[in-house]
C-alpha cells in the first residue's frame, strides 16, 4: 500500500527565514512524488516533481525538494520564506496505477 | 490558456437531494480525475477517466457516486441520495496524455458541496 505522511501540520517561520516541509512517504516500489501548493480559494499547482534522475529537484517560487530514498523523504526547501509562501502545501505520491496519494496538508503561516 | 474550470463553485443541497457537479477539463487533455478533499484532509481520489472510460473507480466511496465523461472531454460526477457527510470540496484535474503517472495533473478551483 502507499501512504504519505506530513509532519507538522502547521509550520510557522519568520519572513527571510528557512522554509522546511517534511515528507515521508510508504511504497512497494520506487514512487514519483510531488508537491503541490494550494492558495485559498484556488486550485492545487504543481510546485516540483521527481520522476527519475536527479534526486534534487528545483520547483517554481525558488522551492527545491530532495528525493532521499534511504529515509523514504520527499520534504520540501526554500532558503527565505516570503509573506506570499502563506499557503496550504501537499506531498502526494504517485505510481503506474495513476492513483495519486496525498498527504494530509501542512500550513504555512510567514510571520513578518 | 483555459485551465481547468469547474462549476458551479458551490453548491448547498439539503440531505437526500441529487447533485450533479461539472468539470470541464483543459482542452486536448485524454485524462480527467475526480477527487474530494473533506476539511482538514488530503485530496482523495475518486475516478480517474482515459478518454470516455472510467480507467479506474475505485475511489469512488459507494454506489450513490457515478461520473460519466460520455465525449471524453467534459465530465460530470453525480451523488445521489445525498448525506451530510457527502460535504467536501471536489476537485477535478486534467492530465495532457493517456495517463502515466509521471504526468502533471492540472487542478480545477473545485467545488465545494455542503449538504444540509
Known amino acids: 500500500a502507499q501512504s504519505v505522511t506530513q509532519l507538522g501540520s502547521h509550520v510557522s517561520v519568520s519572513e527571510g527565514a528557512l522554509v522546511l516541509l517534511r515528507c515521508n512517504y510508504s511504497?512497494?516500489?520506487?514512487?514519483?512524488l510531488f508537491w503541490y501548493v494550494q492558495y485559498p480559494n484556488q486550485g492545487l499547482q504543481l510546485l516540483l516533481k521527481y520522476t527519475t534522475g536527479a534526486t534534487l529537484v528545483k520547483g517554481i517560487n525558488g522551492f527545491e525538494a530532495e528525493f532521499k530514498k534511504s529515509e523514504t523523504s520527499f520534504h520540501l526547501t526554500k532558503p527565505s520564506a516570503h509573506m506570499s509562501d502563506a499557503a496550504e502545501y501537499f506531498c502526494?505520491?504517485?505510481?503506474?496505477?495513476?492513483?495519486?496519494?496525498f498527504g494530509t496538508g501542512t500550513s504555512l503561516t510567514v510571520i513578518p | 490558456g483555459a485551465g481547468v474550470s469547474q462549476t458551479p463553485s458551490n453548491k448547498v443541497t439539503e440531505k437526500g437531494k441529487y447533485v450533479e457537479l461539472r468539470c470541464d477539463p483543459i482542452s486536448g487533455h485524454t485524462a480527467l480525475y475526480w477527487y474530494r478533499q473533506s476539511l482538514g484532509q488530503g485530496p482523495e481520489f475518486l475516478i480517474y477517466f482515459q478518454g470516455t472510460g472510467a480507467a479506474d473507480d475505485s475511489g469512488l466511496p459507494n454506489d450513490r457516486f457515478f461520473a460519466v465523461r460520455p465525449e471524453g472531454s467534459v465530465s460530470t460526477l453525480k451523488i445521489q441520495r445525498t448525506e451530510r457527510g457527502d460535504s467536501a470540496v471536489y476537485l477535478c484535474?486534467?492530465?495532457?496524455?493517456?495517463?502515466?503517472?509521471?504526468?502533471?495533473?492540472?487542478f480545477g478551483p473545485g467545488t465545494r458541496l455542503t449538504v444540509l
Open positions: 502526494a505520491v504517485s505510481l503506474a496505477g495513476n492513483q495519486f496519494y
Open positions: 511504497s512497494s516500489v520506487p514512487p514519483y
Open positions: 484535474a486534467s492530465s495532457p496524455r493517456l495517463a502515466f503517472s509521471y504526468n502533471e495533473q492540472f
